[in-house]
């Protein structure tokens, strides 16, 4: 079985594949799009999203990870709807064809991309839901999200008003998830016509910051979350949030509040094992003394720390969309750096090696069997 890992970062992908996950080829494709996000369909094609201040979004398919080709379409909001001031003066700088300043709603970024159900959904700042169901070659807007009563009130965070985490139900097709950095995490039982937040049990100070959301399609209701103010988990479809820090590295926040602070999470779903790369604080935001760790948790409760093989003067990050499983037996995890590194581990996390180097600032990381 080939493993494929798709690295998005600014300057394109790394396309990296090995056979035995020990031994790597790579090759960058789509050279000087940033690449945000992709996804496999049930059909084997992978869907890669870029952006661009010039050219806007567009979203690039390909059968072989070789060949690569625009689709005629991408998520675009209506012109008449209205955008949130507060995200375009965080994304303005990159706002060099001036359309923000008509107060318009655009789609600056796709975050995400996800596959369920027969159908490919993206999530994009500014924060919506889109939905293709003739794979990606036509968009439509999820309104009972994009339109949400609430929507006056989100909050954007440090990179704007962004939705990057998307779940589904693997048993049922109208229930799933969608995160927001700083609006919080939602949920719809009704196939996307209504969306309710499901945030108790969060500390909620500093806005409801969710950075990312794991979990097995096949057993839905049990959630892991890594938040700005925390890890929690919930065992009822995020109806409620329980904080489960038991062997994280706990920090103190720039506003005093401690907990255990990172980006990216991510299942082995053969195992249940969760994974996190916790941080020092939103202040520093770099690994605890330098140490470059994975911690995991195996009861779904308390965790412990994997260093074998990364390394100990590290002063980088991890962002929430770099890190993947690729659900084989024994587990494959992967992760990239802020600083152009990916590293691997094919023991469900025991040991790592580092699979690429000097790559660009990465973005995501997906991987796949092939």
Request: proline residues 5%; contains cysteine; negative net charge.
């Amino acid at each position: 079985m080939t493993v494929a890992l798709v690295v998005g970062t600014p300057k394109g992908a790394a396309v990296l594949t090995s056979k035995d996950r020990r031994s790597w080829d790579s090759e960058f494709v789509l050279r000087g799009w940033p690449v945000t996000a992709s996804v496999a369909d049930d059909r084997g094609r992978v869907y890669a999203a870029v952006n661009s201040p010039n050219y806007g979004v567009a979203i690039f398919t390909s059968d072989d990870l070789k060949t690569w080709t625009q689709l005629p379409a991408a998520p675009r909001y209506r012109p008449e709807d209205r955008g949130n001031p507060e995200h375009h003066r965080i994304v303005s700088q990159m706002d060099f064809g001036g359309v923000l300043k008509g107060g318009g709603r655009f789609v600056d970024q796709i975050w995400t991309l996800h596959f369920a159900h027969g159908a490919l959904f993206a999530g994009v700042s500014e924060a919506g839901l889109f939905v293709s169901r003739d794979r990606g070659m036509s968009w439509q807007p999820i309104d009972g999200f994009n339109e949400h009563p609430s929507r006056d009130s989100w909050v954007p965070g440090f990179g704007g008003l962004g939705a990057h985490t998307i779940l589904t139900d693997g048993n049922d097709p109208d229930r799933m998830w969608v995160g927001v950095s700083a609006a919080g995490f939602f949920r719809t039982d009704d196939g996307g016509r209504t969306w309710a937040p499901k945030n108790d049990g969060v500390n909620g100070d500093m806005g409801q910051c969710v950075h990312s959301v794991t979990h097995d399609p096949k057993n839905a209701r049990v959630l892991f979350r890594q938040e700005h103010r925390g890890v929690h988990r919930s065992d009822d479809g995020g109806d409620t949030w329980q904080v489960i820090e038991d062997g994280l590295p706990v920090g103190e926040l720039s506003d005093g509040h401690r907990c255990s602070f990172g980006f990216p999470s991510a299942m082995d779903r053969r195992s249940g094992n969760v994974f996190v790369v916790p941080l020092t604080g939103d202040n520093f935001r770099f690994p605890r003394d330098g140490q470059l760790a994975v911690y995991r948790t195996s009861d779904g409760r308390n965790w412990e720390a994997k260093t074998k093989g990364l390394p100990s003067n590290c002063f980088t990050a991890v962002l929430r969309g770099s890190m993947a499983a690729d659900q084989l037996d024994p587990g494959g995890v992967y992760f990239g750096t802020a600083s152009g590194a990916v590293y691997g581990s094919s023991d469900c996390g025991e040991s790592w090696s580092e699979v690429a180097s000097g790559l660009p600032r990465i973005m995501s990381v997906e991987a796949y069997q092939r």
